[in-house]
């Protein structure tokens, strides 16, 4: 039986005081979904890491947004899994939309940093999903078989099944556009197909996410359908009390 996972995406926003104040307030709604069998983390961006891993209560999971597939060296700008691993991260983004547009991550180098990512036993999310472009012509199956084949290149089953999958359709991330739950159900499913092609069984185990304009009002909806295991939310998990309402109607 998969365990459902929130996991909110914080992007480029809140400051070191303003993450404080969510991760010092956050116990109550931790407390619930872990009493319901629910994995629920946020993702701050890497200077508000420590205050969130400081404040949060236990069982929050804290997840970086991005990593450096290199340890350590001339890469300015850069942030190491030694460096994330030390200062409590257990999970990572990687290749969410906004990167791989605005930063040309590749799903080869995505594949480099989930490789990375394992051997520090940090829970890689690796995010794939079509343009809208792809959506009407109809491809979004070969898009997403093709990121997933090339990041998850050379995994062994083991390792396969450790990697959360997040599958957000581009033209639905903060567009307000959500995929209706069956699109994503049936892509998703397509997903769990192409992974079992390239792992077999375990193909089962891996967590497979939905993202793109989850709010607390259709996140139930998702959460019926068979493959979908949870969420990868933007805008619906800045404030505290969208959080909360996320979490009620996730269980509820
Ligand atoms: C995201 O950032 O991964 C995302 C899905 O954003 P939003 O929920 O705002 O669409």
Not at 34 to 50: K, Q, R, S
Not at 63 to 85: F, R, W
Not at 154 to 181: C, F, M, N, R
Request: proline fraction near 4%; aromatic fraction near 8%.
């Amino acid at each position: 039986m998969r365990k459902k996972l929130l996991l909110g995406n914080w992007k480029m926003n809140k400051t070191p005081s303003e993450a404080k104040e969510f991760a010092s307030s956050c116990e109550e709604m931790v407390k619930k979904a872990i009493d319901n069998n629910v994995d629920v983390g946020v993702a701050p961006t890497f200077v508000c890491l420590c205050p969130v891993v400081k404040y949060a209560p236990k069982g929050l999971i804290v997840s970086a947004q991005n990593c450096s597939q290199y340890d350590h060296g001339a890469y300015t700008g850069e942030v190491s899994i030694p460096m994330l691993k030390e200062v409590g991260v257990t999970y990572c983004i990687i290749g969410h939309s906004e990167r791989r547009e605005y930063d040309a991550e590749t799903s080869e180098k995505c594949n480099a940093k989930i490789k990375a990512l394992l051997a520090a036993e940090i829970t890689p999310v690796y995010c794939c999903g079509e343009s809208l472009a792809t959506y009407e012509e109809g491809k979004t199956n070969e898009w997403v078989a093709e990121q997933i084949k090339a990041g998850m290149k050379d995994l062994t089953p083991e390792q396969a099944a450790k990697v959360v999958i997040a599958y957000e359709p581009i033209w639905a991330i903060g567009t307000g556009k959500s995929a209706t739950k069956e699109t994503a159900e049936e892509t998703i499913g397509f997903i769990r197909k192409t992974l079992e092609g390239m792992f077999g069984a375990v193909a089962q185990d891996i967590r497979i996410l939905y993202g793109g304009s989850v709010k607390p009002e259709n996140i139930h909806d998702y959460m019926s359908m068979e493959d979908i295991d949870g969420a990868l939310v933007g805008g619906a998990s800045l404030k505290l009390d969208s959080y909360k309402a996320l979490i009620d109607n996730l269980i509820g």
